[in-house]
């Protein structure tokens, strides 16, 4: 049962332009969000994050939205770089008493950007 | 900067071996965890510890079992190792509240032939 689903396994984009990365979850008691970056060969990375108390954060050129409603984030990326090219993970997180701490992670989509 | 430091970065082990991955964090994290990412498949997490000497099944625990003696060391063991278990291991951490980030070691690549 995939609770976190990213459904694009790629993405190609021109430098300059908008990256949009989407990912959907099915567990309505999920709460908190968060996006990683990953290069080949090495660990992923902290992106940015997102409360269910909010619909929106911005942090330079990235922006996560979140639809409670729709259960569906996406992550906005502009303008894009040629090293923004990496596999970006969609996490999510909440609810349960020890549990709560860990972190179910998307497919992930490889993102490319051309120059 | 927190430091998560996996001792191995790449790994070749026969079929039946038994193999140890270690990990350590410097940053007095309590909540301490082992994935491992295959291609399509995403990060999934196999075992993860809330303190020590306590421990969780993650989604694929089976072949695996872990152990958490000290807060900063959390091992990863996999008791008779089986070619399906070729994959990169990620080892992260992470404070105690939910809502934290959670934070990666550079990863071991284990190949089991």
């Known amino acids: 049962d995939q609770q976190v689903k990213q459904n694009s396994p790629s993405l190609s984009v021109q430098e300059g332009r908008i990256s949009i990365l989407n990912c959907d979850y099915t567990?309505?008691?999920?709460?908190?969000f968060l996006w990683y970056k990953k290069y080949p060969a090495e660990g992923p990375t902290f992106l940015i994050s997102?409360?269910?108390?909010?619909d929106k954060n911005e942090d330079g050129r990235f922006t996560v939205f979140l639809n409670k409603s729709a259960k569906h984030l996406s992550l906005h990326i502009v303008p894009s770089q040629p090293g923004d090219s990496a596999v970006y993970f969609c996490?999510?997180?909440?609810?349960?008493?020890?549990?709560?701490?860990?972190?179910?992670f998307g497919e992930g989509t490889q993102l490319t950007v051309n120059p | 900067d927190v430091k998560v430091t996996q001792s191995s970065r790449y790994l070749v082990k026969r079929t039946g071996e038994k193999v140890f991955l270690e990990c350590v964090q410097d940053?007095?994290?309590?909540?301490m965890f082992w994935y491992r990412q295959d291609p399509g498949l995403g990060l999934r997490l196999i075992y993860f510890?809330?303190?020590?000497?306590?421990?969780e099944k993650g989604d694929i625990p089976e072949g695996y079992s872990v152990s958490r003696e000290k807060k900063e060391r959390f091992s990863l063991i996999l008791e008779s190792a089986s070619t399906n278990q070729t994959s990169m291991y990620l080892c992260?951490?992470?404070?105690?509240?939910?809502?934290?980030?959670?934070?990666f070691g550079e990863g071991s690549w284990l190949t089991v032939v």
């Open positions: 992260a951490s992470k404070m105690g509240t939910a809502g934290n980030t959670i934070y």
């Open positions: 996490a999510a997180s909440g609810g349960w008493e020890t549990s709560g701490s860990r972190l179910t």
């Open positions: 567990n309505s008691m999920f709460d908190y």
């Open positions: 940053m007095d994290h309590e909540n």
């Open positions: 510890s809330y303190d020590v000497k306590m421990k």
């Open positions: 997102i409360s269910s108390i909010k």
